[in-house]
């Protein structure tokens, strides 16, 4: 984990590093702001659902909870699409899903149908387009990737800056029926960011290493050797319990400044704070990645991110007045956005591109559970505790507990990646290439001979005037 691979492209496609990549960085900055923006934008009209179908708020909840588990929990799913369809079709599919969701949710009338539309329609679209906008992104920069990563990331606090308050314009306006129906056709524009995900063009290749190319096109829809790779292993266990507590402080932030006695509307800004300064941590952390001095070690900043951020939870704990909540919320929004411009950049650095789109999968499969363990769980130790200190400090340990567990396990446990192919496949097929570029000097030395012969057997033939009995005067 502590070297960055070499990505060997079975076509030999060289990341450009801009040109159209900006573009697919603009669709990927779009598509991170819809998928992890949206589950809590759709929090926004949970009151008017709970007049309208008469369930409590733990019922609306779930809608969020679906999205957010559609969005990890499908993660091998989409893996397996993008490498039979590729990352195009997929997306075009995934955005006409998120929209169908959200049209048919304006529809219905139950709760129960609202899970299904809502929830599992629409999160399975999101999931279909966040998953392949990453790997494409990834296909598209390699110097300045962290970079891209980091602008791409920025898409999240920007949209639930923007969504939230829209949010609550249009339930004002045309109600939560009217709101879905806009919302859904606002998520048709994951269907116009697919179609800007083109895929990059091989250059014209040998018939040798045509036929490598097809033995390598019939890997398994799903490549589970990734599970060999150590580093993996210590990044899926350090990730799983980081979720477990990185995302319990922004919800429970706003009702423990309501607890201290702070009106709903000041106590709703702390969220913009965290938001503001998210917005421009995860930018200025990619550029810091992308150092040259960084970047080869780009796990152990993800290491001090988690730190980081465990550590401000444990200090938020201690919060006994706005003042003391805001300052917490600044230096959150600060490790909040490290984390998120970094994960996905050493998750891309452990196992290249080729294995990516299965690593990724399997990794947001094993985020899953951890996701919906980790908030519901503060919520129990905060009706059996009443206080909010407990919840922070739980919070900021079992981060804290993931930083060590990626530092020390990749300090003490993986080794540096070598050069050398690391499979016997991998090598075989070195080998076979190796031998046809071997081949092709010997055959251009035949070929010269020839030529050679065949200029002094006819030489008339070549354009040139012999000097023979018959031709000369």
Same mark, same amino acid.
């Given at each position: ?99 169908? $969701? ?162 709903? *509307? ?8 965290? $938001? ?33 951020? $465990? ?8 919060? *006994? ?57 503060? $919520? ?94």
């Amino acid at each position: 984990m502590g070297a960055v691979v070499v990505d060997d492209a079975p076509s030999g496609v060289k990341a450009p590093d801009g040109g159209w990549g900006w573009a697919v960085l603009f669709g990927g900055f779009v598509i991170t702001g819809f998928s992890y923006a949206f589950p809590k934008a759709v929090s926004v009209f949970f009151k008017e659902l709970i007049r309208e179908f008469g369930v409590g708020y733990s019922d609306t909840a779930w809608i969020s909870s679906i999205l957010l588990a559609m969005l990890y929990g499908t993660g091998p799913l989409c893996s397996m699409c993008v490498n039979w369809f590729g990352c195009r079709p997929v997306m075009l599919v995934g955005g006409l899903f998120a929209s169908l $969701g959200m049209v048919t949710a304006s529809f219905c009338t139950s709760i129960i149908q609202l899970y299904l539309t809502a929830g599992v329609i629409t999160g399975l679209g999101l999931a279909l387009n966040f998953q392949p906008s990453l790997i494409m992104l990834n296909r598209y920069f390699d110097k300045r990737r962290p970079l891209a990563n980091g602008l791409a990331a920025a898409g999240s606090p920007v949209f639930l800056c923007t969504l939230s308050p829209l949010g609550q314009i249009l339930q004002h306006e045309y109600g939560w029926r009217g709101g879905f129906l806009i919302l859904g056709g606002m998520l048709l524009n994951c269907c116009v960011c697919g179609a800007l995900m083109r895929p990059l063009e091989p250059p014209k290749k040998s018939e040798a290493a045509k036929e490598l190319t097809e033995k390598k096109t019939k890997k398994k829809l799903l490549d589970f050797s990734v599970f060999k790779d150590v580093g993996f292993l210590v990044y899926t266990v350090a990730a799983s319990i980081m979720v477990l507590g990185l995302f319990v402080p922004p919800v429970f932030v706003v009702s423990y400044a309501k607890d201290l006695g702070y009106p709903d *509307t000041k106590s709703a800004f702390l969220l913009s704070i965290l $938001g503001f300064v998210d917005i421009f941590a995860r930018p200025i952390c990619g550029v810091v990645a992308g150092l040259k001095w960084v970047r080869p070690r780009c796990v152990y900043l993800f290491s001090f991110a988690m730190i980081f951020n $465990g550590f401000t939870d444990l200090m938020g704990s201690m919060s *006994t007045n706005y003042g003391g909540l805001a300052v917490f919320c600044i230096f959150f929004g600060i490790s909040y956005g490290m984390v998120g411009a970094l994960q996905f950049e050493v998750l891309m650095a452990i196992v290249g591109t080729q294995k990516f789109s299965s690593a990724i999968g399997l990794v947001l499969l094993a985020e899953a559970l951890a996701v919906l363990i980790g908030p519901p769980s503060a $919520g129990k130790l905060l009706d059996a505790t009443g206080r909010y200190m407990f919840v922070f400090i739980i919070a900021g340990v079992e981060v804290v507990t993931s930083a060590l567990v990626m530092a020390l396990g990749n300090f003490f446990c993986v080794k540096k990646k070598s050069e050398a192919p690391q499979t016997k496949e991998e090598a075989a097929e070195r080998e076979e290439l190796n031998k046809s570029e071997d081949k092709t000097p010997e055959d251009a030395k035949v070929d010269s001979i020839e030529v050679e012969q065949f200029l002094k057997d006819e030489p008339e033939k070549n354009g040139e005037v012999v000097t023979n009995p018959e031709t000369c005067v």
